[in-house]
């Protein structure tokens, strides 16, 4: 039990670091906590927040907000999480973390692969369970109808049939967060799969750990490997390039299969408003400004202060097959982390019926499907740290240790060039919209661009740059 002056305290604690400090990542833990004053809102550069609604004084919450939030030095960290829940039954790998068994492959049965971002093993794991009858819901994000009031493409939701489930298959690099669907969960007894990413899934655990209906109600949780998040005007920069102006945006498809390309140069899908019209818009990313995931426009800053790619504390995680092996099929492969008994039998039942094409790949293997965002959280996150350290501001604390002598000057520049980038596109596009012009942006971005591919030796990526520049002008 919270006293009133110890609420008062931590409540203004979670504010002053995580919040102020700009390390929210917008979950909504903080806000799923039974009658916590802390509502979620979009911000201004469309990136979901936790802010306070009502006086601290008349809260009535009883459990710790500090202790449920994924980026506050209050709760446990991911080791500590998955070593409690898989450190009997798994082994561990210092970059992946936990495992029973790796895969790399994708699913044969029905439409999976096809309607999913990857190799659809992120719905078909979900459906399994349903199926079997192990869970009566799976937590999701799945598209919604926008409105004046909340813009929003993609929300968490329930689906409770496998039809349901299937509305809901590919990835959304887009803002989402969890208290509303935990107030609905509340309401509805029943067993439930969660899907999310990391630090999604490690603040669903650390909700687990404080709220016993939570941890009744919560069978299984499904990690999605992450290399960052985005705002909502991740989708909006690209919709707009097709005619679509931010507000006029009503779907999207962040991951469209181009049957003749590789799998990582997929396409996106736009619908929405053109002139008075309904448009739909479709185009390979690489064609349009802003698809390099590595000059992380609309990032979160929380995304430059995490350590978890592989969803440490899932009990089974999914991501794209990274590796030259896999990546020239168009529709798509898995890799595949499992560390739960129950579901690793799905698996190999899977496997033999012949519904899954699954080959066992190695904990390091699917390291190197990952090597760029672990790379950017183990040896970028060292310096970043060391940078955050240097200012004398707070932080949240990481396993990984501040750093700086690991990296020339040419890649500490790099990574200071990264937060930059990320950092100027909140505000660059926001000034496009205020010009109702979408030129405004990569006008107010490339010199930032250009530096960034400087620290490149390769003169490849400069072509491709200055190709893409000669379009939009
Ligand atoms: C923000 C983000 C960043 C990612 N970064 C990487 C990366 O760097 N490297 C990598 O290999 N993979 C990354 N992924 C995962 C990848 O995009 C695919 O989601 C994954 O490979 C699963 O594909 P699939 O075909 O197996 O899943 P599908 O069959 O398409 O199923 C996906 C499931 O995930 C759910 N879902 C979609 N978006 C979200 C979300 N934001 N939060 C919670 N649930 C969601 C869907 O509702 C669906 O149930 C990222 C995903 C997200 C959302
Ligand atoms: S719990 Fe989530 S929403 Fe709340 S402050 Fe922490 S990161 Fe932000
Ligand atoms: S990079 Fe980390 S903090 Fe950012 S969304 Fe992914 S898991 Fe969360």
């Given at each position: 039990?919270?006293?009133?002056?110890?609420?008062?305290?931590?409540?203004?604690?979670?504010l002053e670091t995580v919040v102020d400090g700009g390390y929210c990542i917008g979950?909504?833990?903080?806000?799923?906590?039974?009658?916590?004053?802390?509502?979620?809102?979009?911000?201004?550069?469309?990136?979901?927040?936790?802010?306070?609604?009502?006086?601290?004084?008349?809260?009535?919450?009883?459990?710790?907000?500090?202790?449920?939030?994924?980026?506050?030095?209050?709760?446990?960290?991911?080791?500590?999480?998955?070593?409690?829940?898989?450190?009997?039954?798994?082994?561990?790998?210092?970059?992946?973390?936990?495992?029973?068994?790796?895969?790399?492959?994708?699913?044969?049965?029905?439409?999976?692969?096809?309607?999913?971002?990857?190799?659809?093993?992120?719905?078909?794991?979900?459906?399994?369970?349903?199926?079997?009858?192990?869970?009566?819901?799976?937590?999701?994000?799945?598209?919604?109808?926008?409105?004046?009031?909340?813009?929003?493409?993609?929300?968490?939701?329930?689906?409770?049939?496998?039809?349901?489930?299937?509305?809901?298959?590919?990835?959304?690099?887009?803002?989402?967060?969890?208290?509303?669907?935990?107030?609905?969960?509340?309401?509805?007894?029943?067993?439930?799969?969660?899907?999310?990413?990391?630090?999604?899934?490690?603040?669903?655990?650390?909700?687990?750990?404080?709220?016993?209906?939570?941890?009744?109600?919560?069978?299984?949780?499904?990690?999605?490997?992450?290399?960052?998040?985005?705002?909502?005007?991740?989708?909006?920069?690209?919709?707009?390039?097709?005619?679509?102006?931010?507000?006029?945006?009503?779907?999207?498809?962040?991951?469209?299969?181009?049957?003749?390309?590789?799998?990582?140069?997929?396409?996106?899908?736009?619908?929405?408003?053109?002139?008075?019209?309904?448009?739909?818009?479709?185009?390979?990313?690489?064609?349009?400004?802003?698809?390099?995931?590595?000059?992380?426009?609309?990032?979160?800053?929380?995304?430059?202060?995490?350590?978890?790619?592989?969803?440490?504390?899932?009990?089974?995680?999914?991501?794209?097959?990274?590796?030259?092996?896999?990546?020239?099929?168009?529709?798509?492969?898995?890799?595949?982390?499992?560390?739960?008994?129950?579901?690793?039998?799905?698996?190999?039942?899977?496997?033999?019926?012949?519904?899954?094409?699954?080959?066992?790949?190695?904990?390091?293997?699917?390291?190197?499907?990952?090597?760029?965002?672990?790379?950017?959280?183990?040896?970028?996150?060292?310096?970043?740290?060391?940078?955050?350290?240097?200012?004398?501001?707070?932080?949240?604390?990481?396993?990984?240790?501040?750093?700086?002598?690991?990296?020339?000057?040419?890649?500490?520049?790099?990574?200071?060039?990264?937060?930059?980038?990320?950092?100027?596109?909140?505000?660059?596009?926001?000034?496009?919209?205020?010009?109702?012009?979408?030129?405004?942006?990569?006008?107010?971005?490339?010199?930032?661009?250009?530096?960034?591919?400087?620290?490149?030796?390769?003169?490849?990526?400069?072509?491709?740059?200055?190709?893409?520049?000669?379009?939009?002008?």
């Open positions: 039990m919270l006293g009133s002056t110890s609420k008062n305290q931590e409540i203004s604690k979670l979950c909504g833990a903080c806000a799923a906590v039974v009658d916590s004053p802390i509502k979620m809102k979009l911000d201004e550069y469309g990136k979901l927040c936790a802010t306070l609604s009502e006086p601290v004084v008349q809260t009535s919450h009883q459990i710790s907000l500090g202790k449920v939030c994924p980026f506050s030095n209050e709760g446990l960290n991911e080791d500590q999480i998955a070593e409690e829940i898989f450190g009997k039954d798994c082994q561990y790998h210092n970059q992946i973390g936990y495992y029973l068994t790796t895969y790399a492959g994708f699913v044969s049965e029905s439409d999976f692969r096809k309607l999913g971002s990857s190799g659809g093993m992120g719905n078909w794991i979900v459906t399994q369970l349903l199926s079997e009858g192990l869970v009566d819901g799976v937590i999701h994000v799945k598209p919604c109808t926008p409105s004046p009031t909340d813009p929003r493409l993609f929300k968490y939701q329930i689906s409770k049939t496998i039809e349901e489930v299937r509305n809901g298959a590919k990835s959304r690099y887009y803002p989402i967060e969890i208290s509303e669907v935990i107030q609905m969960l509340r309401e509805q007894p029943g067993r439930y799969v969660i899907v999310g990413i990391p630090c999604f899934i490690k603040a669903i655990r650390l909700l687990m750990k404080q709220d016993p209906i939570i941890a009744e109600r919560i069978k299984f949780c499904v990690g999605l490997i992450c290399g960052h998040l985005k705002s909502i005007h991740f989708a909006q920069m690209f919709a707009w390039q097709g005619g679509i102006k931010p507000g006029d945006l009503l779907e999207f498809d962040f991951r469209y299969k181009l049957a003749d390309r590789g799998a990582n140069q997929y396409g996106m899908k736009a619908v929405g408003l053109k002139d008075g019209e309904v448009i739909e818009c479709i185009s390979p990313v690489r064609d349009l400004y802003g698809w390099d995931w590595g000059h992380g426009f609309f990032k979160y800053k929380a995304c430059e202060y995490c350590d978890d790619v592989i969803a440490e504390a899932a009990d089974i995680v999914v991501g794209d097959a990274w590796l030259p092996e896999y990546v020239n099929d168009s529709q798509g492969t898995n890799v595949v982390v499992v560390r739960n008994i129950v579901i690793q039998k799905l698996i190999e039942q899977g496997i033999t019926a012949g519904n899954l094409h699954l080959n066992a790949i190695t904990a390091d293997k699917v390291a190197k499907s990952q090597a760029s965002g672990l790379n950017h959280r183990r040896e970028g996150l060292a310096y970043r740290l060391y940078l955050a350290d240097k200012r004398g501001e707070w932080r949240p604390n990481k396993r990984v240790k501040a750093q700086i002598s690991h990296l020339s000057r040419q890649l500490q520049k790099r990574q200071e060039l990264r937060m930059k980038l990320g950092e100027e596109s909140h505000i660059a596009f926001q000034k496009a919209i205020k010009a109702g012009q979408f030129s405004v942006f990569p006008k107010s971005m490339n010199f930032l661009v250009l530096q960034y591919q400087l620290t490149y030796p390769s003169t490849v990526l400069w072509k491709q740059f200055i190709q893409k520049c000669k379009k939009i002008y």
